[in-house]
């Protein structure tokens, strides 16, 4: 089934009666004063590059946001692109330097369990649990978002999160939310003690029952076949060909489909009409976090027929959203942006005119320079612990032995042909916070933005351009991100509302200017953070003024 006609049919059965009812006709005058309703959507790796490269092919929901303000070249500008950093941005208009999410996952050596790996939205200090089996919270972000900021202004504003991730709808939608709702692999979810909404149920009910039959192949889109390549990752892991076909029960599968996108925003309509946000006096923020680019970039690249596919197919389920929405006369505002990007996996890259491209060595690996430092030493390992680009050094070693510890494996790491740069907590705190387009930042400042003293490791290891931090790609991981290169901190940054005068700006911006621009068009005061206001109207009028 096409995924706009899913997301329709979902619609039907998940939608509130209420958002029915109210619909009115859609006003054609151009807004005069704040909307009800902020929507702000993230879709995971979602790229500049994949915005620029389809852009012309949208009809539906991604057709009608480029019709507001465009900005292709946004930036996840700090070094640490990966999912929870980015989404940490969007809506709170601090770099994760401030945030404090400075990776999905970084070392605790203080924790108080065996497990020293902390995720970016968990309670660790729950009994059992590890960074793999934990508690959702949102004890680990440091600063307020949008939302929050509005119900301190206005108690009566409703703030509510959606997102096929866990850190997705945590990161946007702060610590207080009125709904806050996200799939955990087998159905919707919220915090211990919450009770299910009726709307919420519906949608577990509806998408139970979908993924409990089997998916035929989705059609291919025209524009699509040119992408429509096999290529060969690994023995008999062969992408590029795939049309979202998909067993009975097999939710990894969903997870991995235009479906999920089409579930989320199906179960946030019908949110928006049980909780009739936006149509009282106050202005009520929902955040959607769409994660199936993300899973369908992993485990299939970002280059083949399945991309391409779910590109085509989020564009129309956006487009069945917005349609609900303006049947409902409800004077909502549209933010959509990316929380990064990513590149292509590196097989099929080599195969298009980049033989360059190459998977990380496994002597890279940090355990084993670790190893090798403490046999050099005569130091008991490990000496090194590492989660993500960071690398910590064990904390139990005396000073003078952490520091020569430390020196050696600087200079280990920058002798390894693959690495770019190698640096210290020291050398990154004592660089100042950048102030000029993020385009122009050198590795030490993007590292700058995304360092936190009390969570970032002693030791920051950045890979050279197009070398993936995947050893040996397989089933479900073939591509990833997470370097400080242009390809994975770029993400366009799309604004709309009815009668939105139009225009586009190439040069860069921020996603952390999202917070402070949204501010402005509901009239609420924000200072502090390290975005600005983008003035969203082409004319001599100024939209961070008003």
């Known amino acids: 089934m096409p995924v706009k006609a899913l997301f329709l049919a979902a619609a039907a059965l998940i939608a509130s009666p209420t958002l029915a009812q109210t619909a009115a006709p859609a006003t054609t005058r151009a807004p005069t004063s704040r909307p009800t309703l902020i929507v702000a959507i993230s879709v995971d790796q979602f790229s500049a590059d994949l915005f620029a490269q389809y852009r012309a092919h949208f009809t539906g929901g991604l057709a009608r946001l480029q019709t507001g303000a465009v900005f292709p070249s946004g930036y996840q500008s700090h070094a640490a692109t990966e999912t929870c950093p980015g989404h940490s941005t969007i809506l ?62 206005d108690p009566r504003t409703r703030v509510v999160s959606v997102a096929g991730k866990d850190r997705a709808a945590v990161m946007m939608g702060g610590h207080k939310v009125d709904e806050l709702w996200w799939w955990d692999g087998k159905t919707y979810v919220s915090y211990a003690g919450r009770a299910v909404p009726p709307v919420v149920q519906r949608t577990r009910d509806a998408v139970a029952a979908l993924v409990a039959r089997p998916q035929q192949a989705l059609p291919l889109p025209g524009w699509c076949r040119p992408a429509d390549r096999p290529t060969r990752i690994a023995d008999g892991l062969v992408v590029g060909q795939g049309r979202f076909a998909r067993a009975a029960g097999d939710l990894k599968a969903f997870r991995a489909s235009p479906a999920a996108d089409a579930a989320v925003l199906a179960m946030a309509a019908g949110l928006i009409g049980d909780m009739k946000l936006g149509q009282g006096p106050q202005t009520d923020l929902i955040a959607v976090g769409l994660s199936a680019t993300d899973y369908v970039g992993h485990s299939l690249g970002t280059q083949g027929a399945e991309m391409c596919s779910q590109m085509s197919e989020l564009d129309q389920a956006l487009a069945g959203f917005f349609d609900v929405l303006d049947r409902s006369g409800i004077d909502y505002e549209v933010m959509l942006t990316a929380d990064h990007g990513a590149h292509d996996a590196t097989e099929r890259q080599q195969q298009r005119a980049m033989p360059m491209e190459a998977h990380v060595a496994p002597e890279l690996q940090t355990k084993a320079i670790g190893a090798a430092i403490g046999r050099d030493l005569g130091v008991k390992g490990p000496v090194l612990l590492g989660a993500e680009s960071d690398i910590y050094v064990d904390r139990d070693l005396p000073a003078p032995v952490r520091a020569r510890v430390l020196a050696e494996a600087q200079r280990r790491y920058r002798a390894m042909p693959q690495v770019a740069a190698a640096l210290t907590a020291a050398e990154i705190r004592a660089t100042p916070m950048p102030t000029t387009p993020p385009e122009t930042w050198t590795l030490l400042e993007r590292a700058r933005a995304s360092h936190d003293p009390d969570r970032s490791g002693d030791l920051l290891v950045l890979l050279k351009p197009r070398v993936s931090t995947i050893e040996a790609p397989g089933p479900g991981y073939v591509e990833t991100h997470g370097s400080p290169w242009d390809y994975d901190r770029r993400v366009p940054i799309l604004f709309w509302r009815k009668g939105m005068p139009g225009f586009e700006q190439p040069l860069s911006v921020e996603t952390v200017d999202i917070m402070p621009t949204l501010a402005a068009t509901i009239g609420l005061p924000v200072s502090g953070q390290d975005g600005r206001c983008l003035d969203l109207d082409p004319s001599p009028g100024d939209t961070c003024r008003r």
């Open 92 to 153: 709170t208009g601090y770099r994760p330097a401030r945030t404090g999410i400075v990776a999905n996952n970084w070392i605790d050596q203080r924790a108080g369990r065996p497990d020293k790996i902390v995720y970016c939205a968990e309670d660790e200090s729950v009994p059992g649990s590890l960074h793999d089996s934990y508690t959702v919270s949102d004890k680990h972000l440091k600063v307020p978002t949008l939302g929050e900021r509005m119900k301190a202004a």
